[in-house]
Protein backbone atom coordinates (compact mmCIF):
# COMPACT_ATOMS: atom_id res chain seq x y z
CA UNK A 1 0.00 0.00 0.00
CA UNK A 2 0.76 3.78 -0.73
CA UNK A 3 2.60 5.85 2.15
CA UNK A 4 1.77 9.62 1.67
CA UNK A 5 3.61 12.25 3.31
CA UNK A 6 1.41 15.28 3.94
CA UNK A 7 1.41 18.70 6.06
CA UNK A 8 -1.12 19.56 8.18
CA UNK A 9 -2.26 23.06 9.29
CA UNK A 10 -2.74 23.48 12.99
CA UNK A 11 -2.82 27.02 15.14
CA UNK A 12 0.45 26.82 15.56
CA UNK A 13 1.97 26.14 11.95
CA UNK A 14 1.93 22.82 10.59
CA UNK A 15 2.63 18.76 11.47
CA UNK A 16 4.18 16.76 9.12
CA UNK A 17 2.17 13.50 9.01
CA UNK A 18 2.60 10.01 7.46
CA UNK A 19 -0.22 7.46 6.59
CA UNK A 20 -0.86 4.40 5.32
CA UNK A 21 -3.98 2.54 4.37
CA UNK A 22 -8.10 3.44 4.59
CA UNK A 23 -10.50 2.66 6.97
CA UNK A 24 -10.93 4.33 10.86
CA UNK A 25 -8.60 6.70 11.84
CA UNK A 26 -5.50 5.58 14.19
CA UNK A 27 -3.00 8.55 15.32
CA UNK A 28 0.63 7.19 15.81
CA UNK A 29 2.77 9.28 18.21
CA UNK A 30 6.36 8.82 18.79
CA UNK A 31 8.58 9.81 21.80
CA UNK A 32 12.29 11.05 22.36
CA UNK A 33 14.34 11.07 20.50
CA UNK A 34 12.63 9.41 17.88
CA UNK A 35 10.18 10.64 15.29
CA UNK A 36 7.15 9.41 12.73
CA UNK A 37 9.88 6.65 11.67
CA UNK A 38 9.83 4.68 15.05
CA UNK A 39 6.29 3.73 13.60
CA UNK A 40 7.78 2.38 10.32
CA UNK A 41 6.96 -1.48 11.22
CA UNK A 42 3.28 -0.01 12.56
CA UNK A 43 1.63 1.51 9.63
CA UNK A 44 1.76 -1.29 6.89
CA UNK A 45 0.84 -4.00 9.47
CA UNK A 46 -2.39 -1.55 10.71
CA UNK A 47 -2.94 -0.26 7.07
CA UNK A 48 -2.82 -4.14 6.09
CA UNK A 49 -5.31 -4.80 9.08
CA UNK A 50 -7.97 -2.20 7.59
CA UNK A 51 -7.21 0.94 8.97
CA UNK A 52 -5.89 4.10 8.22
CA UNK A 53 -2.57 4.64 10.56
CA UNK A 54 -0.96 7.94 10.73
CA UNK A 55 2.66 8.55 12.44
CA UNK A 56 2.93 12.34 12.66
CA UNK A 57 6.11 14.15 13.96
CA UNK A 58 5.57 15.78 17.11
CA UNK A 59 5.68 19.12 17.30
CA UNK A 60 9.68 20.63 17.31
CA UNK A 61 10.67 17.30 15.65
CA UNK A 62 11.45 16.30 11.79
CA UNK A 63 9.43 18.10 9.37
CA UNK A 64 6.80 19.62 11.89
CA UNK A 65 6.94 23.30 12.69
CA UNK A 66 9.14 24.36 15.79
CA UNK A 67 7.99 27.34 17.59
CA UNK A 68 10.98 29.07 19.95
CA UNK A 69 8.90 29.69 22.84
CA UNK A 70 9.79 26.70 25.39
CA UNK A 71 6.18 27.33 26.35
CA UNK A 72 4.77 26.20 22.79
CA UNK A 73 5.33 22.65 23.93
CA UNK A 74 2.97 22.18 26.71
CA UNK A 75 0.82 19.60 26.55
CA UNK A 76 -2.15 21.50 26.02
CA UNK A 77 -0.39 22.63 23.01
CA UNK A 78 0.80 18.96 22.02
CA UNK A 79 -3.47 17.79 22.46
CA UNK A 80 -4.11 20.55 20.54
CA UNK A 81 -1.85 19.45 17.47
CA UNK A 82 -3.16 16.08 17.92
CA UNK A 83 -6.77 17.37 17.62
CA UNK A 84 -5.90 19.67 14.58
CA UNK A 85 -4.89 16.44 12.82
CA UNK A 86 -7.47 14.21 13.41
CA UNK A 87 -10.07 17.34 11.87
CA UNK A 88 -7.87 18.56 9.18
CA UNK A 89 -7.72 14.77 8.08
CA UNK A 90 -11.34 15.10 7.94
CA UNK A 91 -12.24 12.26 10.79
CA UNK A 92 -14.53 12.75 13.12
CA UNK A 93 -12.98 10.83 15.88
CA UNK A 94 -9.32 8.89 16.08
CA UNK A 95 -7.96 5.95 18.58
CA UNK A 96 -4.52 7.25 19.64
CA UNK A 97 -1.56 5.35 20.62
CA UNK A 98 1.46 6.18 22.05
CA UNK A 99 5.16 5.23 22.86
CA UNK A 100 7.09 6.95 25.66
CA UNK A 101 6.33 11.17 25.88
CA UNK A 102 4.02 10.11 22.90
CA UNK A 103 2.29 7.81 25.35
CA UNK A 104 1.99 10.52 28.04
CA UNK A 105 0.67 12.95 25.23
CA UNK A 106 -1.99 10.13 23.92
CA UNK A 107 -2.94 9.60 27.18
CA UNK A 108 -3.62 13.59 27.77
CA UNK A 109 -5.29 13.44 24.23
CA UNK A 110 -7.79 10.96 25.67
CA UNK A 111 -8.59 12.47 28.90
CA UNK A 112 -8.80 16.26 27.33
CA UNK A 113 -10.74 15.57 24.32
CA UNK A 114 -12.30 12.48 25.17
CA UNK A 115 -15.04 13.38 22.17
CA UNK A 116 -12.42 13.07 19.67
CA UNK A 117 -10.48 10.20 20.90
CA UNK A 118 -12.51 7.12 21.18
CA UNK A 119 -10.06 4.76 22.71
CA UNK A 120 -5.88 4.96 23.68
CA UNK A 121 -3.19 2.50 23.51
CA UNK A 122 0.06 3.71 25.75
CA UNK A 123 3.66 2.26 24.73
CA UNK A 124 6.35 1.36 27.35
CA UNK A 125 4.96 4.59 29.84
CA UNK A 126 2.20 3.94 31.88
CA UNK A 127 -0.71 6.69 32.24
CA UNK A 128 -0.34 8.58 35.81
CA UNK A 129 -3.11 10.92 36.11
CA UNK A 130 -1.97 14.87 36.98
CA UNK A 131 -1.44 16.29 39.82
CA UNK A 132 0.56 15.01 43.01
CA UNK A 133 4.08 16.72 43.79
CA UNK A 134 5.33 19.34 41.57
CA UNK A 135 7.14 17.27 39.01
CA UNK A 136 10.48 19.37 38.85
CA UNK A 137 10.84 18.54 42.81
CA UNK A 138 10.26 15.25 42.60
CA UNK A 139 13.01 14.90 40.21
CA UNK A 140 15.28 17.21 41.99
CA UNK A 141 14.98 14.70 44.62
CA UNK A 142 16.26 11.29 42.89
CA UNK A 143 19.85 10.31 42.54
CA UNK A 144 21.07 11.07 45.87
CA UNK A 145 24.57 12.06 44.56
CA UNK A 146 23.66 11.93 40.99
CA UNK A 147 20.96 13.85 38.82
CA UNK A 148 18.98 12.25 37.26
CA UNK A 149 17.74 12.68 33.42
CA UNK A 150 14.54 14.26 33.40
CA UNK A 151 16.67 17.55 35.77
CA UNK A 152 19.47 17.46 33.37
CA UNK A 153 17.33 17.73 30.75
CA UNK A 154 15.22 20.50 31.79
CA UNK A 155 17.83 22.81 32.22
CA UNK A 156 17.79 24.70 28.52
CA UNK A 157 20.93 24.23 26.82
CA UNK A 158 22.80 21.79 29.06
CA UNK A 159 22.11 18.50 27.04
CA UNK A 160 22.18 20.16 24.09
CA UNK A 161 25.62 21.04 24.49
CA UNK A 162 26.36 17.55 24.95
CA UNK A 163 24.15 16.47 22.16
CA UNK A 164 24.79 17.89 19.43
CA UNK A 165 28.02 17.99 18.15
CA UNK A 166 28.08 14.17 17.63
CA UNK A 167 24.26 13.86 17.06
CA UNK A 168 24.64 10.24 15.08
CA UNK A 169 27.21 9.03 18.37
CA UNK A 170 24.96 10.01 21.01
CA UNK A 171 21.95 9.28 19.61
CA UNK A 172 23.66 5.27 19.17
CA UNK A 173 24.47 5.09 22.73
CA UNK A 174 21.25 6.20 24.24
CA UNK A 175 19.23 3.48 21.88
CA UNK A 176 21.63 1.06 23.09
CA UNK A 177 21.15 2.29 26.46
CA UNK A 178 17.77 1.68 26.52
CA UNK A 179 17.60 -1.51 24.41
CA UNK A 180 17.15 -4.69 25.88
CA UNK A 181 19.95 -6.93 24.32
CA UNK A 182 22.60 -4.01 24.57
CA UNK A 183 21.88 -2.23 27.64
CA UNK A 184 24.49 -2.00 30.47
CA UNK A 185 24.43 -4.74 32.96
CA UNK A 186 22.67 -4.05 36.19
CA UNK A 187 26.46 -3.64 37.88
CA UNK A 188 27.20 -0.65 35.45
CA UNK A 189 26.58 2.92 36.15
CA UNK A 190 23.04 3.78 35.85
CA UNK A 191 22.70 5.44 32.30
CA UNK A 192 19.44 7.24 33.47
CA UNK A 193 21.73 9.73 35.87
CA UNK A 194 24.76 11.43 35.62
CA UNK A 195 27.22 12.62 38.19
CA UNK A 196 26.43 16.14 39.65
CA UNK A 197 30.34 17.60 38.92
CA UNK A 198 29.78 18.19 35.43
CA UNK A 199 29.54 14.69 34.62
CA UNK A 200 27.28 13.69 31.41
CA UNK A 201 25.21 10.98 29.73
CA UNK A 202 26.82 9.91 26.99
CA UNK A 203 29.65 8.71 29.36
CA UNK A 204 26.93 6.14 30.86
CA UNK A 205 26.50 4.65 27.74
CA UNK A 206 27.32 1.33 26.38
CA UNK A 207 29.53 1.30 23.64
CA UNK A 208 29.48 -1.80 20.62
CA UNK A 209 27.32 -3.48 18.29
CA UNK A 210 24.16 -1.43 17.71
CA UNK A 211 20.71 -3.07 19.16
CA UNK A 212 19.49 -5.49 16.93
CA UNK A 213 16.42 -3.52 15.95
CA UNK A 214 18.73 -0.39 14.98
CA UNK A 215 20.10 -0.77 11.35
CA UNK A 216 22.83 1.60 10.67
CA UNK A 217 20.31 2.94 7.86
CA UNK A 218 17.93 3.74 10.74
CA UNK A 219 20.25 5.05 12.63
CA UNK A 220 20.98 7.57 9.98
CA UNK A 221 17.56 8.70 9.79
CA UNK A 222 17.07 9.42 12.94
CA UNK A 223 20.55 11.21 12.81
CA UNK A 224 20.12 13.18 9.74
CA UNK A 225 16.70 14.26 11.64
CA UNK A 226 18.28 15.98 14.32
CA UNK A 227 21.37 16.88 12.62
CA UNK A 228 18.95 19.35 11.10
CA UNK A 229 16.76 20.22 13.35
CA UNK A 230 18.76 20.19 16.69
CA UNK A 231 16.87 18.36 19.79
CA UNK A 232 15.95 21.61 21.67
CA UNK A 233 11.85 21.14 20.32
CA UNK A 234 12.26 17.69 21.73
CA UNK A 235 13.99 18.23 24.74
CA UNK A 236 11.39 21.28 25.63
CA UNK A 237 8.59 18.83 26.26
CA UNK A 238 10.92 18.01 29.75
CA UNK A 239 11.10 21.53 30.06
CA UNK A 240 6.74 22.02 30.31
CA UNK A 241 6.58 19.58 33.22
CA UNK A 242 5.74 22.19 36.20
CA UNK A 243 4.03 24.07 33.31
CA UNK A 244 1.71 21.02 32.62
CA UNK A 245 1.48 20.44 36.33
CA UNK A 246 -0.06 24.05 36.71
CA UNK A 247 -2.06 23.80 33.61
CA UNK A 248 -3.81 20.26 34.63
CA UNK A 249 -4.56 21.34 37.86
CA UNK A 250 -8.65 20.87 37.17
CA UNK A 251 -8.03 17.15 35.99
CA UNK A 252 -6.13 15.97 38.83
CA UNK A 253 -6.38 12.06 39.92
CA UNK A 254 -8.73 12.11 36.69
CA UNK A 255 -9.11 8.86 35.49
CA UNK A 256 -9.35 7.45 31.47
CA UNK A 257 -12.48 5.98 30.96
CA UNK A 258 -12.33 5.11 26.94
CA UNK A 259 -11.14 1.51 26.00
CA UNK A 260 -7.56 1.53 26.88
CA UNK A 261 -4.32 -0.86 26.21
CA UNK A 262 -1.18 -0.46 27.82
CA UNK A 263 2.29 -2.59 26.42
CA UNK A 264 5.90 -2.23 28.40
CA UNK A 265 8.95 -4.03 28.43
CA UNK A 266 9.85 -6.26 31.95
CA UNK A 267 13.47 -4.77 31.00
CA UNK A 268 12.54 -1.10 30.36
CA UNK A 269 13.19 0.84 33.66
CA UNK A 270 10.02 3.02 33.42
CA UNK A 271 7.98 -0.19 33.79
CA UNK A 272 9.79 -0.65 36.98
CA UNK A 273 9.62 2.98 38.30
CA UNK A 274 5.74 3.08 37.06
CA UNK A 275 4.55 -0.44 38.74
CA UNK A 276 2.90 1.35 40.83
CA UNK A 277 0.53 3.38 38.08
CA UNK A 278 0.37 -0.08 36.45
CA UNK A 279 -1.07 -1.33 39.44
CA UNK A 280 -3.73 1.76 39.67
CA UNK A 281 -4.82 0.80 36.62
CA UNK A 282 -8.18 -0.74 37.89
CA UNK A 283 -9.25 3.30 39.15
CA UNK A 284 -7.31 5.10 36.48
CA UNK A 285 -7.83 3.07 33.57
CA UNK A 286 -11.49 2.16 34.44
CA UNK A 287 -11.83 1.05 30.47
CA UNK A 288 -8.54 -1.39 29.76
CA UNK A 289 -9.07 -3.92 27.78
CA UNK A 290 -5.50 -5.45 28.06
CA UNK A 291 -2.26 -4.96 29.75
CA UNK A 292 0.87 -7.04 28.85
CA UNK A 293 4.44 -7.02 30.00
CA UNK A 294 6.67 -8.23 27.21
CA UNK A 295 9.58 -10.23 28.44
CA UNK A 296 13.21 -9.50 27.95
CA UNK A 297 11.91 -6.51 25.68
CA UNK A 298 13.07 -2.91 26.51
CA UNK A 299 12.07 0.43 26.17
CA UNK A 300 11.70 0.79 22.26
CA UNK A 301 8.77 -1.78 22.18
CA UNK A 302 7.20 -1.39 18.69
CA UNK A 303 10.76 -1.85 17.42
CA UNK A 304 11.89 -4.17 19.37
CA UNK A 305 9.59 -6.60 19.12
CA UNK A 306 7.64 -4.88 16.24
CA UNK A 307 5.57 -8.64 15.43
CA UNK A 308 4.09 -9.22 18.66
CA UNK A 309 3.25 -5.40 19.37
CA UNK A 310 1.42 -5.15 15.68
CA UNK A 311 -0.60 -8.55 16.79
CA UNK A 312 -1.59 -7.10 20.38
CA UNK A 313 -2.44 -3.64 18.68
CA UNK A 314 -4.76 -5.32 16.26
CA UNK A 315 -6.58 -7.30 18.64
CA UNK A 316 -6.85 -3.82 20.59
CA UNK A 317 -8.53 -1.97 17.46
CA UNK A 318 -10.48 -4.63 16.46
CA UNK A 319 -12.06 -4.69 20.24
CA UNK A 320 -12.51 -0.41 20.10
Known amino acids: ?30 GFPESWYSWRRQLPALAEAGYRAVALD ?34 DSAVVIGHDWGATIAAHSALLAPEVFRAVGLLSVPYTPPGGPRPSEVFAGMGGDQEFYVSYFQEPGRAEAEIEPDVRGWLAGFYRALSAD ?40 YASE ?21 DLTPYAGAPITQPSLFLGGTSDASTMW ?16 ASHLLDGCGHWIQQERPDEVNRLLTEFLTKS
Open 226 to 246: FERTGLTGGLNRYRNMDRDWE
Open 274 to 289: LADAIEAYPQTLPGLT
Open 58 to 91: VRGYGRSSKPQDVAAYRMLDLVADNVAVVRELGA
Open 1 to 30: MKVEHRMVATEAGRVHVVEQGSGPLVLLVH
Open 182 to 221: TMPRPDEPDPHFVTKDGGTLRERFPTGPLPSWLSPQDLDF
